[in-house]
């Protein structure tokens, strides 16, 4: 199963910093993953990083994907050193079975100023989320970023954004009904927004996959796998979500049961 990680603090850090520089950064954990419970051995379908840019108000989203190894992209090992930004995503991908390569499949995906990521499967799909995705407009579905579980997810979630729904809420209706229509499912969601303020909004959920998440005075770091062997690391039980509101915010770790 993927990998993916956020970072949400006070001051702009390079990407870089999360994303490929630590001992096991994402970057590490696209080859050599320590913890992927029975999915999948290595994360190689491709990568993507998702980031606020704090220059504009509110603050856009930009990304970057490719559906390639991270480790074979040298512009992008270099550009991780040089991006900004105080709130980014970062993902690699393990392509589910039946499901395409293609730079669209890539997590994460944004929309003006949200980012969100995907780590996991919905069982049963298509099929079992045929009932769901009939509530998305033609246009939308008509323009998925990929034929995939997590493009349906994510336009879910949009949808419900885009009505003017709290971004935990969001999150958590449609994890609590993609569980209902396809048990087993595993919906490690993440997503990042920001409000006209430019205060960001975090929220990442553990629905049978590994993740843990790091508070310090650079921030809030939520990651699949440890990014390193700081005793800092707490892992997030599973069926819980991490809610972080607001740059300088610490952590609340809530049950989703
Ligand atoms: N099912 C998703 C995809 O194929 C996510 C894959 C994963 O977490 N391994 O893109």
Not at 47 to 64: C, I, K, Q
Request: charged share 20%.
């Amino acid at each position: 199963m993927c990998r993916h990680l956020a970072h949400v603090g006070p001051h702009p850090v390079t990407l870089a910093s999360r994303v490929t520089e630590p001992a096991h950064s994402l970057l590490v954990q696209a080859y050599a993953p320590a913890d992927m419970r029975g999915g999948g051995t290595v994360n190689a379908d491709g990568f993507g990083v998702g980031w606020l840019a704090p220059s504009t108000h509110p603050p856009r989203a930009h990304s970057y994907r490719a559906p390639v190894p991270m480790w074979t992209d040298a512009s992008f090992l270099d550009l991780a050193t040089a991006v900004e930004s105080p709130a980014f995503v970062g993902a690699v991908r393990s392509a589910t079975v039946g499901m395409p390569v293609s730079v669209g499949a890539c997590a994460p995906f944004r929309d003006g100023t949200r980012i969100f990521s995907h780590n996991g499967v919905v069982r049963g799909w298509p099929g079992s989320l045929a009932d769901l995705a009939a509530e998305l407009d033609t246009e939308t579905l008509m323009t998925l970023d990929a034929p995939t579980d997590s493009a349906v997810l994510w336009a879910l979630v949009r949808r419900h954004l885009d009505a003017g729904k709290d971004p935990v809420d969001a999150v958590l209706d449609v994890v609590a009904r993609t569980l209902a229509a396809a048990p087993g499912s595993r919906l490690n969601l993440l997503l990042l927004t920001t409000d006209d303020a430019g205060e960001p909004t975090l929220v990442a959920t553990a629905v049978d996959h590994a993740l843990a998440y790091r508070a310090g005075p650079d921030g809030v770091t939520v990651a699949s796998e440890p990014l390193d062997d700081d005793a800092a690391w707490t892992a997030v039980p599973d069926l819980s979500a991490v809610v972080v509101r607001g740059a300088r915010a610490t952590p609340e770790v809530g049950s989703l049961t």
